[in-house]
């Protein structure tokens, strides 16, 4: 019989390993990583039955600097410090600047914008370095 | 012999996958952040789509942005109205309160291609060289620097990014440079 330990082991190993290599290969390991600079903005959206919104900074800083939005526009440089609502964007303010059909698709394609999960907290997402400002 | 050889064959694949998970840019699908059930998942433009054809960092988005913007892989408007004013500087200023990190250089150059003068001054530096209590605590806590760096801008773990100038090496005096930019440093 004990001879016969050591090969058991082994095989025990090798089977904890193939299960270790299924799961990451097949993805049910794989960490979660929003992209860096993705904000959440759920100050009203479930609370009014919609999903959250996420905000993605890499694709609109390929398209406008800082400046249009965090300038022209009027966009705090914090996540939380914009009261948005949905009657502002119909407005033409905020995100309807842009969001009306003539510089970008209008804010009847709820969903694009709306495309959180559920639960999700507002603030900045993305950093595996850092998470963010002040929270190490 | 034969299971050794399944074994490292096994552990050699598994770290291999365990290295591909630090993957770059994953599918919105599986960002944590996006519902996979949402209609939007087919519709929105993935970031790999997007972010591999842009001159690559190894932090942050995985881009440059700043090499982005100056070695024109992409063209971002400044403005969305005929009359707002372009504002750009090019000043750089060396702050040596820095203990014993060395000094940090602040190029506007590279801050005002993609932000106006009135994102940061006043509200969150005052205009005077020297004038603001800038400290790493406040940074870490997204005040100051912090404001964009580690949220949008790059994480505040690239401490030598802004931490270039060494002490040893600068000739000149902390504060605004002359000309506008950095002259006074000796090779290292």
């Not at chain 2, 009359?83 to 750089?92: A, G, K, P, S």
């Not at chain 2, 200023?93 to 150059?109: A, L």
């Amino acid at each position: 019989m004990k001879t016969k330990s050591p090969n058991r082991s082994s095989l025990l190993l090798l089977k904890i390993l193939l299960c270790l290599w299924l799961l990451t290969g097949v993805g049910l390991l794989k960490p979660a990583y929003a992209e860096y600079g993705d904000v959440v903005i759920n100050k009203r959206s479930e609370k009014e039955g919609m999903r959250p919104v996420i905000f993605p900074h890499w694709f609109h800083r390929i398209r406008f600097r800082c400046k249009v939005c965090h300038n022209e526009l009027g966009f705090k440089m914090r996540a939380g410090g914009n009261n948005i609502t949905m009657g502002e964007i119909t407005d033409g303010k905020y995100c309807g600047m842009c969001h009306n059909g003539e510089i970008s698709w209008t804010i009847e394609n709820c969903d694009l914008c709306h495309s959180g999960l559920p639960g999700l907290k507002s603030g900045v997402n993305g950093s595996n370095e850092t998470s963010g400002p002040g929270r190490w | 012999m034969n299971k050794k050889l399944i074994l490292s064959l096994l552990l050699l694949s598994l770290s291999a996958s365990l290295l591909a998970q630090k993957a770059k840019w994953l599918p919105l699908k599986r960002d944590g952040l996006h519902d996979p059930q949402s209609p939007a998942i087919n519709i929105l433009q993935q970031p790999s789509e997007a972010l591999s054809l842009l001159p690559p960092d190894y932090t942050g988005n995985q881009v440059s942005w700043v090499d982005a913007l100056q070695e024109n892989y992409i063209e971002p408007r400044s403005t969305l109205f005929s009359d707002t004013q372009v504002n750009t500087l090019e000043m750089d200023i060396v702050m040596g309160n820095t203990g014993e990190m060395p000094m940090v250089m602040f190029p506007h150059t590279q801050h005002t291609e993609w932000l106006d003068c009135k994102n940061c001054h006043d509200v969150i530096f005052k205009e005077k060289a020297g004038s603001n209590p800038i400290n790493m605590f406040a940074i870490l806590n997204g005040e100051y620097c912090g404001r964009c760096l580690g949220a949008v801008a790059f994480p505040l773990t690239e401490c030598n990014r802004c931490h270039s100038v060494p002490r040893n090496a600068f000739t000149g005096k902390p504060g605004v440079q002359p000309n506008g930019y950095i002259q006074s440093m000796k090779p290292n």
